[in-house]
């Protein structure tokens, strides 16, 4: 049986999968299985992995395209490593990736999951030199303990990068696989659903390389329907926050907590909705106003509450009357700005147009004397 399981799932990466394949292929550390599932390539990508023959790859194919987290949980269950590695399809291998994070699990047995920083290249392959994009250096993050990991997720959200990971199997078996409800933010989800249970550790060296394509064309590419789906998912993974489990984790990962005296294990809830309240981004607030409605529709919930923290429904009522989540208002300050500029401009044509009218008067009248 193979120590290392490399995952992957494919998809419309014709131009790049031979490369990523071949990086898994090529590693100093040869004890591998590469288990691939298409997820209903339209283009030659499937061509380009039957090419090769090595009997430690298994390929699966969808018919029709059904999402990277349906196509990676195929390869996941297939898998028989004791430890999984994850590769996009579009992402290369350093040559002792595997080496170096193999021994490093190996000898430490408190870490449930190794990461690298990485090489960030363009569609050719380059170096990427845009030192003004967002994938430029997000990656190069220093370590910090598993609840330092969380309230730094909370805050600025995820920066860890996902095929470079080297996670034990068991973590899957203990908290599941990525959320097949999600399309930008699932690995960003599963990290956090990681850090409530396990440490994880950062390589402090380049171990991938990770492609940005042209035109923002990456699934996670700066694009209206990607920031669009982003913020969404970013407030329903906030919910897993809501299971922090006991009063000692609460402050370990928020440490600003301890201004509510007597911190209450049910009340758990609404001290990381009050939290969320100050941040300024309305994900947060919403996921905060959402959360205290919950917990308000519970009567004994509300009354312990109104009696220790002084708050009661009056206040929740006045949180919805004061965060404009939706930028209503700003729409409406708008909708309104242009009305006045379309009225003033309307204003503007009927003062032309009798000035115009008087000036042709005055000419014909000029005419006339002449």
Not at 91 to 112: C, G, M, R, T
Not at 229 to 236: A, K, L, T, V, Y
Request: hydrophobic share 35%; glycine share 4%.
């Amino acid at each position: 049986m193979p120590r290392v399981s490399v995952v992957m799932a494919s998809y419309n990466h014709e131009k790049y999968v031979a490369e990523a394949i071949q990086s898994a292929l090529d590693q100093t550390y040869q004890d591998i299985e590469i288990i691939i599932t298409d997820d209903g390539s339209t283009d030659g990508t499937v061509s380009q992995i039957k090419k090769f023959h090595d009997p430690r790859i298994s390929l699966f194919c969808f018919e029709k395209n059904q999402g990277a987290c349906v196509a990676i949980r195929t390869s996941l269950e297939k898998a028989r490593g004791e430890y999984i590695a994850l590769l996009n399809s579009d992402d290369v291998f350093y040559p002792d990736k595997l080496e170096k994070q193999v021994s490093f699990l190996n000898d430490h047995s408190d870490i449930a999951a190794v990461f690298s920083h990485a090489q960030i290249i363009d569609e050719q392959g380059n170096d990427f030199v845009d030192v003004n994009h967002f994938y430029y250096s997000i990656f190069q993050q220093a370590n910090r303990t598993r609840f330092e990991w969380l309230n730094h997720f909370f805050y600025h959200r995820n920066c860890l990068c996902h095929p470079s990971v080297l996670i034990r199997r068991t973590c899957y078996e203990k908290i599941g696989y990525y959320d097949e409800r999600y399309a930008q933010l699932p690995d960003f989800d599963f990290w956090i659903r990681l850090c409530m249970h396990y440490e994880i550790y950062v390589l402090q060296e380049k171990l991938i390389k990770f492609r940005i394509r042209t035109d923002e064309a990456n699934a996670s590419g700066n694009r209206p329907e990607v920031r669009i789906r982003d913020r969404w998912e970013f407030g329903q993974i906030l919910k897993n926050y809501l299971r922090i489990k006991t009063c000692e984790d609460l402050l370990k990962i928020f440490p600003e907590a301890a201004e509510y005296q007597e911190i209450d294990e049910n009340l758990i809830p609404f001290y990381v909705a009050m939290i969320a309240l100050k941040v300024n981004s309305p994900i947060h607030q919403l996921f905060a106003v959402n959360t205290l409605h919950e917990l308000l529709g519970n009567r004994k919930i509300a009354e312990k509450l109104e009696t220790r923290y002084n708050f009661r429904y009056i206040d929740l009522i006045r949180l919805t009357g004061r965060y404009d989540f939706f930028n209503l208002e700003r729409g409406e300050i708008e909708k309104s700005k242009e009305e006045m500029e379309r009225e003033k401009l309307t204003e503007n044509k009927g003062i032309f147009k009798a000035i115009f009218k008087s000036l042709n008067f005055h000419r014909k009248n000029t005419k006339s004397r002449g």
